[in-house]
Nanobody, 117 residues
Framework: QVQVVESGGGLVQAGGSLRLSCTASGTIFSFGILTMGWYRQAPGKERELVAR???????NYADSVKGRFTISRDGAGIRVTLQMNSLKAEDTAVYYC?????????WGQGTQVTVSS
């Protein structure tokens, strides 16, 4: 079973930057991690994909964050980082890390990102 541990988040002014990190732990093999990604959910809205990276290095980004956010996975394959630049008030949400392993998607507990305008 995969445990998902998130760090980062917080309060920042519009135009600022934040970095989110997520590490997979448990009795797993890094080569079995197919996807690592970040989703977010703002109050009153559905959870949406922000960015994800596949085991072959391909990445997906939501249109709203392209050019501002960068997702990367470490060499060991168990840690993913989301660098968020030029943050906007509409980026305010709870951000969740999700790791796809052995046919299942495991979620972190979520971390709050608040961007003040």
């Amino acid at each position: 079973q995969v445990q998902v541990v998130e760090s980062g988040g917080g309060l920042v002014q519009a135009g600022g930057s934040l970095r989110l990190s997520c590490t997979a732990s448990g009795t797993i093999f890094s080569f079995g991690i197919l996807t690592m990604g970040w989703y977010r959910q703002a109050p009153g809205k559905e959870r949406e994909l922000v960015a994800r990276v596949f085991s072959d290095g391909r990445t997906n980004y939501a249109d709203s964050v392209k050019g501002r956010f960068t997702i990367s996975r470490d060499g060991a394959g168990i840690r993913v980082t989301l660098q968020m630049n030029s943050l906007k008030a509409e980026d305010t949400a709870v951000y969740y890390c999700a790791i796809g392993y052995s046919g299942k998607l495991s979620w972190g507990q979520g971390t709050q990102v608040t961007v003040s305008s």
